[in-house]
Nanobody, 114 residues
């Protein structure tokens, strides 16, 4: 499984970005997919998760601002990020869990200026 993340960039506080994660194969067999982020000198942490049935979970700090979705027909997962804050600045990674194994995409940098 290969995952390709894209959509990061530099925005001002209050603006929006949409991240995309394209999978190299059908996502219907992925039990869970998610977005994680990593701050400088910190461990990677989960931001939003989505099951193959569409159940979602969000970290408290993004609840109500971020929205995770997946389009199995396009083998793509999304993270819509609204009302961005400077503290959202991080490298964002997409992840897929399939058959007991985790797969990671490369990171995409999101920078939010104040």
């Amino acid at each position: 499984v290969q995952l390709q993340a894209s959509g990061g960039g530099l925005v001002q506080a209050g603006e929006s970005l949409r991240l995309s994660c394209a999978a190299s194969e059908s996502m219907s067999s992925f039990n869970w997919m998610g977005w994680y982020r990593q701050f400088p000198e910190k461990q990677r942490e989960p931001v939003a998760l989505i099951s193959n049935l569409g159940s979602t979970n969000y970290v408290d700090s993004v609840e109500g601002r971020f929205h995770i979705s997946r389009d199995n027909s396009k083998n793509t997962m999304y993270l819509q990020m609204n009302s961005l804050k400077p503290e959202d600045t991080a490298v964002y990674y997409c992840q897929a869990f399939k058959a007991g194994q985790n797969y990671w995409g490369q990171g995409t940098l999101v920078t939010v200026s104040s």
